[in-house]
């Protein structure tokens, strides 16, 4: 499945998101952003700024239901989803404390530690809020010539420009 779901990320994941992705690397985003870089030395009459910002326990927190709901809204068939569904609901782990096992505990959010379709998961997830944040016309990022850029970002690691 996750190699099914490789070939089509790039229709749906703008190109600021190169974190495990088909033919992306970080490399891509460390360019631009030394570009940027540059190009405001030497415009220092111009004023910039770069937040770089590393989501803590992203993968941990993906909410399952918001995930379905945005493989569903980005058009993914409905076997897709269903399995996808199967894979991630109703979860639940014990743990071994002392040599016992503890009742069953519910999981109800998280990506599968391991699993390949994690990651891609993942970055699907968080291209809504990207979305949102490069349509937002109250956020400003920078303008270089007539190019604008508001983020980039490498799985969980996004950087903002302002």
């Known amino acids: 499945m996750a190699e099914r779901l490789k070939r089509y ?28 870089l540059e190009y405001y030395e030497a415009h220092p009459e111009k004023q910039m700024a770069l937040i770089f910002l590393d989501a ?3 993968f941990d927190n993906v909410n399952w239901r918001f995930m379905l709901l945005q493989l569903i ?18 979860q639940s782990a014990k743990i071994m404390i002392n040599g016992e096992l503890t009742e069953s505990i519910n999981i109800n959010k998280g990506t599968r530690q391991g699993c390949p379709l994690s ?3 993942f970055v699907l997830t968080l291209e809504v809020l990207n979305r949102n944040i490069r349509q937002d016309e109250e ?24």
């Open 9 to 36: 990320l790039n229709n749906f994941i703008h190109p600021d998101q190169n974190g495990f992705l088909p033919k992306r690397q970080i490399r891509d985003n460390i360019r631009i952003i030394l570009d940027t």
């Open 73 to 90: 809204q980005m058009g993914f068939g409905k076997k897709f989803v269903q399995a996808i569904e199967t894979i991630y609901c109703k």
């Open 139 to 162: 956020i400003k990022g920078m303008k270089i010539r007539k190019e604008e850029y508001k983020l980039q970002a490498f799985a969980d690691d996004l950087v903002f420009y302002t």
């Open 119 to 121: 990651p891609l998961l």
């Open 56 to 58: 803590q326990k992203a």
